[in-house]
Nanobody, 126 residues
Framework: QVQLVESGGGLVQAGDSLRLSCVAS????????MGWFRQAPGKEREFVAA????????LYADSVKGRFTISRDNAENTEYLQMNNLKPEDTAVYYC???????????????????RGQGTQVTVSS
């Protein structure tokens, strides 16, 4: 059974940093795109960042570019999201997604990913 388990969320103040982790089990995603999406209260889930299997190509939403960094450790079957200079508008549940069908053209599309974790809450106070 494939599982994606996120961790690292919490309550922080504006300007602080957090590092989210997502550990995959049940299969390896070392050759697959992995991504992060988030859902704020009352809003639809939105793309945050994604990374190819090799880690050479990354993609970010404009709202987080320059503040967030996505990375991965294929030996550990884990991806990370380093979030710096957090803002209250970053408050959301953050989800880890992965799947063998995602391409560089569909990285922003949630429906392209086959697997999703349960999410971790990030709350940023002003």
């Amino acid at each position: 059974q494939v599982q994606l388990v996120e961790s690292g969320g919490g309550l922080v103040q504006a300007g602080d940093s957090l590092r989210l982790s997502c550990v995959a089990s049940g299969r390896t995603f070392s050759r697959n795109v992995m991504g992060w999406f988030r859902q704020a209260p009352g809003k639809e889930r939105e793309f945050v960042a994604a990374i190819t299997g090799s880690g050479r190509y990354t993609l970010y939403a404009d709202s987080v570019k320059g503040r967030f960094t996505i990375s991965r450790d294929n030996a550990e079957n884990t991806e990370y999201l380093q979030m710096n200079n957090l803002k209250p508008e970053d408050t959301a549940v953050y989800y880890c997604l992965a799947g063998p069908s995602v391409t560089s053209l569909t990285m922003r599309t949630e429906q392209a990913y086959e697997y999703r974790g349960q999410g971790t809450q990030v709350t940023v106070s002003s």
